[in-house]
């Protein structure tokens, strides 16, 4: 058994390569084989987002704070409040983030694959975020 103590774990930027805006990462979990599952909170600034992207396995988003936006390719950008959960199938083109008005936080579950638990694309653009 091994208990991760809150505060203990360290709180990383969001990488801007795959990131727009201010971004906190935890990490829950790593994927310890067998295991393929990891679990990071994100916390988005107001108008922070991720780039489009894809999940070998999809993923599940909860969101716990704050007035997120999700989207999929072809779709409409959709609000997203605490307790909603969103969940993405597998290599489905998607992104997330907090709306422009609100700071939005969610945990973040998804499997990895060989290749890792996600496929990074493309920024999303300030036209495609204010759809």
């Known amino acids: 058994m091994t208990i ?6 360290p709180v990383q930027p969001g990488p801007s390569e795959y990131f727009t805006g201010s ?8 994927a310890k084989p067998p295991s ?13 987002r991720t780039n489009w992207h894809t ?8 969101i716990t704070s704050g007035v997120g936006w ?3 390719e072809g779709g409409s950008v ?4 605490p307790g909603d959960v969103v969940w993405f199938p597998p290599h489905t083109h998607h992104w997330h983030g907090a709306s422009p008005d609100s700071a939005m936080t969610h945990l973040a579950v998804q499997e990895a694959a060989e290749g890792g638990p996600v496929d990074w694309k493309e920024p999303v ?3 495609q975020y204010q759809r």
């Open 55 to 62: 999940h070998p396995y999809g993923q599940h988003l909860v």
């Open 4 to 9: 991760s103590r809150t505060g203990t774990r």
């Open 125 to 127: 653009s300030g036209e």
């Open 78 to 81: 959709e609000e997203v409040r």
């Open 70 to 72: 999700v989207q999929v």
């Open 23 to 30: 971004v906190r990462v935890e990490r829950f979990a790593e």
């Open 36 to 48: 393929r599952v990891s679990i990071a909170s994100v916390t988005f600034e107001a108008g922070a």
